[in-house]
């Protein structure tokens, strides 16, 4: 069974900063792309951020030059450094991942479970 369970969420004062943390376990061949997703109430879930296998990267414009994806592919885990927060940044933050399980052939999409984070003073 393919597992992600993200940490790091909670309250944060405008200007502040969090970091999120996102781990895949289970029985795992391969982690494509991962990516960083949120749903703020009444609005629909967006991409915050995307990180290849590869290390390449791709940010949605309200979070460029604010926040940074990354990723430790030996650990199977997926970072997002969340700097000078905004309250507009307040949401449920999901992440997603492409993982191909050792029992399949192909890669298919799972979710977080989904963290807070509330940008308030």
């Known amino acids: 069974q393919v597992q992600l369970v993200e940490s790091g969420g909670g309250l944060v004062q405008p200007g502040g900063s969090l970091r999120l943390s996102c781990a895949a376990s289970?029985?795992?061949?391969?982690?494509?792309?991962m990516g960083w997703y949120r749903q703020a109430p009444g609005k629909q879930r967006e991409l915050v951020a995307v990180i290849t296998s590869g290390g390449s990267t791709n940010y949605a414009d309200s979070v460029k030059g604010r926040f940074t994806i990354s990723r430790d592919n030996a650990k199977r885990s997926m970072y997002l450094q969340m700097n000078s927060l905004k309250p507009e940044d307040t949401a449920v933050y999901y992440c997603?991942?492409?993982?191909?399980?050792?029992?399949?052939?192909?890669?298919?999409?799972?979710w977080g479970q989904g963290t807070q984070v509330t940008v308030a003073s």
């Open positions: 289970g029985s795992i061949f391969s982690i494509n792309a």
């Open positions: 997603a991942a492409k993982i191909q399980a050792t029992h399949v052939t192909m890669h298919y999409d799972y």
